[in-house]
C-alpha cells in the first residue's frame, strides 16, 4: 500500500482596514513553495495564521485585490475576531 499522497501547500493573505469600511481583499495567494513563503512571511512579521481548508479554497479562488464576496462575510468575521484576539484588540 502506498503512503497517502501529501496536499499541497495552499495559502491566501487577506488585507482588511476597518477604517476604510472595506471589506477584507485578498493580498497574496499561492501554492506549494509560494504558499511556503506566504506563511514564513507572516510568521517572520508576528501575523496570526490561521488554518481552514475550506475556506482557503474559496479565497484562493478569487483574484488579487478582489474584495471577499458576502457569502463568505460570517466566516471572514470569526477569522478576523481570532486575529484580533490574538493581538489582544477584543476581550
Known amino acids: 500500500m502506498s503512503p497517502p ?3 499541497r501547500q495552499i495559502a491566501v493573505a487577506l488585507g482588511y482596514r476597518a477604517e476604510e469600511g472595506q471589506a477584507p ?3 497574496a495567494k ?3 513553495l509560494v504558499a511556503e513563503q506566504i ?4 510568521r517572520a512579521h508576528g501575523v496570526p495564521i490561521q488554518s481552514d ?3 482557503v479554497e474559496v479565497l ?3 483574484d488579487l485585490d478582489m474584495e471577499i464576496p458576502e457569502e463568505i462575510y460570517a466566516v471572514v ?3 478576523l475576531a481570532f ?3 490574538t493581538n489582544n484588540k477584543l476581550p
Open 5 to 7: 499522497k501529501r496536499r
Open 25 to 27: 481583499r485578498v493580498k
Open 30 to 32: 499561492g501554492r506549494g
Open 39 to 42: 506563511i514564513a512571511r507572516a
Open 53 to 55: 481548508p475550506d475556506l
Open 60 to 62: 484562493a479562488a478569487l
Open 77 to 79: 468575521a470569526e477569522l
Open 83 to 85: 486575529i484580533y484576539r
